[in-house]
């Protein structure tokens, strides 16, 4: 037993350790813990730790049991990642990469499950059970998929990432490079240097704990590529608009558009009635429309998924029990429903917005808002005496996605808070 040996044993174990910890906090992260890609990257820390420990018991004890386990779990966790990565770039678990790392993951399996699959051999000065060249050949061709399909990931993600969430992004595909490029770099070098296999664990990790983090601080990058939504519109069962929402610039007048949604609704009507969401191509798109007991909502986005339909199902059921009241009055005036931007927040919120493509464009949600809801309203007022200061704070609000609006008074009680407690340490200096 050498020194090499017991770092490699301690790396190994520690990496294997690291990742279920991963697994555990994927799961019981709530911002996250609902999201299907999550899911399974969870499944891929989970089976990528016992590929490490694999690897760290390994090192002293020699068995063909040791490397089948191996085997198998190197499988499931290419698997695994390249089923999380095609939820997360297309909203879909089947593509052509899934087939071909199945098929090199059959071979794997059937290869695992000969006997003598592994001999005990000396290598450097220390001892070796992952000798076999077709075994290795399988397990190298798993890791580059897997590479591949991360590094494909990030830089996609990165070339459509909106310009207000790009510093986020920048860390994200730092996570992405050490993750896959650096990581399969550092591991062909290790089958010249052996040492080197030390910083496979390194790369690997740092590189999974940093897109962990980038993820949990703003799930909207899982949500870049799948699809693109659009606007989304409530009105109450006679056709007239009570509150819409814009993620992306529209020059649609908003009459011509609730004319459409009322005309595409009598041609459905027969199909609304039984209930359910309704999804309708158009031209560039897909619209859903989902119907309750007073009013239809409509989301216009790229395409469909499970996911927005049970969105817009929820955020309906919610407007409806907010503004029950004033919808069983028959009140359309649109300023009594600008509080639905809660309810906006609540079930879109992962949902990035696309209004801005560089740090000279405005960050607009909609060039026809001209108010902020009552709430923020009153709350900038509480903290603006001046008149002049309070219009110029608001103009800008107005042009700011709703979301900026909360990490505006965030930073405002932070700032407060620091300002006492300078003030504080002050009072005792002087005491």
């Given at each position: ?33 609902k999201i299907p890609s999550i899911y399974f990257i969870g499944l891929y820390f ?130 992405i490079i050490l993750s896959s490029i650096i990581t399969m770099i550092v591991q ?155 309810l906006i927040e609540k079930h879109f919120s992962k949902f990035p917005y696309r ?77």
């Amino acid at each position: 037993m050498d020194f090499f040996q017991i770092l490699k044993f301690c790396f190994d174990i520690g990496t294997g350790i690291s990742c279920l910890l991963l697994a555990i906090i994927t799961y019981t992260k709530p911002e996250t813990k609902k999201i299907p890609s999550i899911y399974f990257i969870g499944l891929y820390f989970i089976f990528f730790a016992i590929v490490k420990f694999c690897d760290g018991i390994g090192t002293f004890i020699s068995n063909n049991y040791i490397i089948r386990i191996y085997g198998i779990c190197f499988f499931l966790f290419v698997l695994f990642l390249i089923i999380a990565i095609n939820y997360i770039v297309q909203d879909n678990a089947i593509s052509l990469s899934l087939f071909i790392a199945f098929g090199f993951g059959i071979l794997l399996l059937f290869i695992s499950l000969q006997p003598n699959i592994g001999q005990v051999v000396m290598k450097n000065g220390y001892k070796s059970v992952l000798e076999n060249d077709l075994f290795n050949g399988f397990i190298y061709a798993l890791a580059i998929i897997g590479a591949y399909y991360i590094f494909y990931w990030g830089l996609k993600t990165w070339l459509n990432v909106p310009f207000y969430i790009r510093k986020d992004a920048i860390i994200f595909f730092i996570g992405i490079i050490l993750s896959s490029i650096i990581t399969m770099i550092v591991q062909s070098l290790s089958m010249i240097i052996p040492t080197m296999s030390i910083f496979v664990n390194i790369t690997i990790s740092s590189g999974s704990i940093i897109l962990l983090y980038v993820i949990f601080k703003e799930p909207k990058l899982l949500y870049i590529l799948p699809f693109i939504i659009y606007r989304i519109i409530v009105r109450d069962r006679e056709g007239y608009s009570l509150y819409d929402h814009d993620w992306t610039e529209s020059e649609i007048n908003d009459k011509l558009f609730t004319r459409f949604l009322n005309a595409i609704q009598i041609m459905s009507e027969e199909i609304m009635k039984i209930g359910g969401v309704l999804d309708i191509n158009l031209y560039d798109g897909l619209l859903i429309l989902y119907e309750s007991t007073y009013i239809s909502v409509g989301l216009v986005s790229s395409k469909s998924s499970k996911l927005l339909r049970e969105a817009v199902k929820n955020f309906t059921n919610d407007f409806e029990r907010l503004f029950e009241r004033l919808l069983k009055k028959k009140n359309r005036d649109r300023k009594e429903y600008e509080e639905a931007y809660k309810l906006i927040e609540k079930h879109f919120s992962k949902f990035p917005y696309r209004t801005s493509k560089d740090k000279n464009h405005p960050l607009t949600l909609s060039y026809k808002q001209k108010k902020l809801p009552l709430e923020t309203e009153k709350d900038l007022k509480k903290i603006l005496e001046g008149k002049d200061e309070f219009e110029i704070i608001k103009n800008d609000m107005l042009k700011c996605p709703d979301s900026l609006s909360s990490d505006f008074f965030n930073l405002y009680k932070d700032l407060e808070k620091e300002i006492d407690d300078v003030e504080h340490e002050e009072d005792m200096k002087e005491d």
